[in-house]
């Protein structure tokens, strides 16, 4: 279900989609950060995820984070930089909401 999700969302083994979920985060992400979508952001996870067409195999599951996996270790690191918690919005949460089917954290 979450390759799926991933795909429907813009992000596919041939880049990311114009006029898609993906576009638009693609295009907010680079405006806050002054031009660039940055290696390891939201929009760069999951379109490597797209390309490579699993999102299972790292961990980020329709029923969650995987223990002990990528994603579970992403998570961790993220939630250790941001002083015990997992930002909304951040990249771990971006792709797991994704993942399920969400809108990715677009407010």
Not at 11 to 39: L, N
């Amino acid at each position: 279900m979450s390759n799926r999700n991933v795909r429907k969302a813009g992000f596919t083994s041939s880049g990311i989609k114009g006029g898609s979920h993906a576009s638009s985060m693609m295009s907010r992400e680079a405006k806050t950060s002054g031009g660039g979508v940055h290696s390891g952001g939201p929009t760069a996870t999951l379109q490597k995820l797209g390309a490579k067409g699993s999102t299972h195999s790292t961990g980020f599951t329709s029923s969650g984070i995987t223990c002990g996996s990528q994603a579970s270790r992403m998570m961790s690191q993220e939630a250790r930089s941001h002083g015990g918690g997992t930002p909304s919005g951040g990249t771990t949460s971006t792709v797991q909401s994704i993942s399920m089917g969400g809108k990715g954290g677009r407010r």
